[in-house]
């Protein structure tokens, strides 16, 4: 039977990973039945909306998505559509791996990471206010039932996937009420769930300095929203970037894949963006699917075009001439 995944191209390079993805999947032999999906900067003066409410409502009903990166405008303008959604369908964990590929050098080798940021609170709540000119307050909302739900599942996923730590980064030091409920949540998570399992907490200035010395000491990460967004690229930068970086929101009801990346403005329509952590998140995707056998197929493929180094296929972001098509053409052939 076919599954249905909604398809949302998304702005700036979006629509090419997108395309790059699809093409992928759909050469593996999976069989899916693709619902495209307008959001995005680009479909504001259509819709009205950056983020339609028939878009949420289509997700919500598939249950599945695979996403394109969308624009938000810095400082002033629409919120984050990406906020959004997330918010919306409650997709309140983002599943993050960061791990070291075949053929990509970087400073450190076997690197394996998997990030678990809150996905619906703290800074990202969105409440600002201007409380006298020149004087303005954002605030950072922590709940114990959303802190509660991501440890929980942060200890859970440990435990799935057979993972050597858990470390949580934090700044309670600083925010002693919403920080320090958060590390409260995850050490009696911790008790409750995965007791046997090493636990660290670490303030993330002192974790930030540590990631980048030695990323081989940690293994699965915990954050609250904004810490767990800065760390993604900061990982990213270990492993080739943000050309290599999937990703998920996972909720009780549905699940976005998307790459960590942003809509790269820059080199958008110029076919120089590297689909990789897109067509990953889309095996991410296949795994949560239970369409294994196709997810690791593409693997198999992608790790092959790595490995082989041809600069014809791959992308300049992780050292090769190719484009997005040179490289999902030999992913294909591959396959
Ligand atoms: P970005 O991730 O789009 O780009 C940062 C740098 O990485 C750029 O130099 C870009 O060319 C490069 N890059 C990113 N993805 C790449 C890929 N697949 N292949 C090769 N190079 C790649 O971050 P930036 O520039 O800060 O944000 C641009 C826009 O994207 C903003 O409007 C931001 O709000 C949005 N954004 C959206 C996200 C989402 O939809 N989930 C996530 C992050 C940012």
């Known amino acids: 039977m076919a599954q249905t995944v909604c398809l949302i191209p998304g702005d700036g390079i979006g629509p090419e990973v997108a395309q790059s993805t699809r093409d992928i999947i759909e050469a593996s032999g999976v069989n899916i039945d693709w619902i495209e999906l307008p959001a995005g900067a680009g479909v504001v003066d259509e819709y009205g909306d950056i983020m339609p409410q028939s878009t949420l409502d289509a997700i919500r009903e598939n249950k599945i998505a695979l996403k394109g990166p969308i624009t938000t405008p810095i400082g002033k303008g629409f919120k984050s559509a990406n906020v959004r959604l997330r918010k919306a369908l409650d997709l309140y964990a983002a599943v993050r791996p960061v791990r070291s590929m075949p053929g990509i050098k970087t400073r450190y080798e076997d690197v394996d990471l998997v990030i678990i940021r809150e996905n619906t609170e703290g800074l990202y709540s969105g409440i600002e206010n201007e409380i006298t000119d020149g004087v303005v307050a954002s605030m950072k909302v922590a709940t114990r039932k959303a802190s509660e739900r991501i440890a929980r599942f942060a200890f859970n996923y440990a435990r799935s996937r057979q993972r050597d730590k858990v470390t949580v980064f ?10 320090g409920l958060f590390i409260d949540c995850a ?4 008790e409750e769930i995965f007791p046997e399992l090493p636990y660290q907490e670490l303030i993330i200035d002192n974790g930030c300095m540590q990631m980048v010395t030695d990323p081989n000491q940690f293994d699965t990460l915990l954050l ?14 270990l492993v080739g970037g943000l050309g290599v970086v999937p990703g998920a929101n996972i909720g009780d009801e549905c699940a976005v894949f998307e790459a960590v990346h942003g809509s790269a403005p820059d080199i958008a329509g110029q076919d ?5 952590a897109l067509i990953m998140s889309g095996v991410m995707m296949l795994n949560h699917l239970g369409e294994t056998e196709s997810a690791k197929k593409i693997k198999v493929a992608y790790d092959s075009v790595l490995e082989a180094r041809n600069p014809e296929e791959i992308t300049a972001d992780i050292g090769g001439q190719g484009g997005t098509k040179a490289f999902t053409e030999a992913v294909i052939r591959q396959m």
Do not use: F, Q, T, W
Not at 170 to 179: E, L, P, R, V
Not at 272 to 276: D, F, Y
């Open 224 to 237: 609250e929203n904004l810490y767990g967004d800065v760390l993604s690229d900061l990982c990213a930068g």
């Open 272 to 276: 120089k963006a590297n689909p990789l």
């Open 187 to 190: 050490s009696r998570m911790h």
């Open 170 to 179: 934090h700044k309670a030091n600083i925010m002693k009420m919403s920080d």
